[in-house]
């Protein structure tokens, strides 16, 4: 399964952008996918998930209210709609998906097993 990640760029606080994630290569389904990010000097953090059983949705506290995960399951794409965007939003983004039943949702970022190449989101303030 390969992952693209793409949408990022640089947004003044309070504007908007929206990420897209694409997953292809295999024939079989994705279970869930998942949005992670890493800011500069911090350690990678959930941001948002989707699994398609049951159309369910998890949200980071930080993000939740501000963004929004929607996704295709017949086209394996996932959108993270990001709005209110502060400086502390400033990170690499990345997807990732598992083809795997999780055990707790949203799991861990261990339990995802393909990742994107992540994009990059700047805030300004």
């Known amino acids: 399964v390969q992952l693209q990640a793409y949408g990022g760029g640089l947004v003044q606080a309070g504007g908007s952008l929206r990420l897209t994630c694409a997953a292809s290569?295999?024939?079989?389904?994705?279970?869930?996918i998942a949005w992670f990010r890493q800011g500069p000097g911090k350690e990678r953090e959930f941001v948002a998930a989707i699994r398609w059983r049951g159309e369910s949705t998890s949200y980071g506290g930080s993000v939740e209210g501000r963004f929004t995960i929607s996704g295709d399951n017949a086209k394996n794409t996932v959108w993270l709609q990001m709005n209110i965007l502060k400086p502390e939003d400033t990170a690499v983004y990345y997807c990732?998906?598992?083809?795997?039943?999780?055990?707790?949702?949203?799991?861990?970022?261990?339990?995802?097993?393909?990742w994107g190449q992540g994009t990059q989101v700047t805030v300004s303030s």
């Open positions: 990732a998906a598992t083809v795997e039943i999780l055990r707790t949702w949203p799991g861990a970022s261990s339990e995802y097993d393909y």
């Open positions: 290569g295999r024939s079989f389904k994705t279970y869930a």
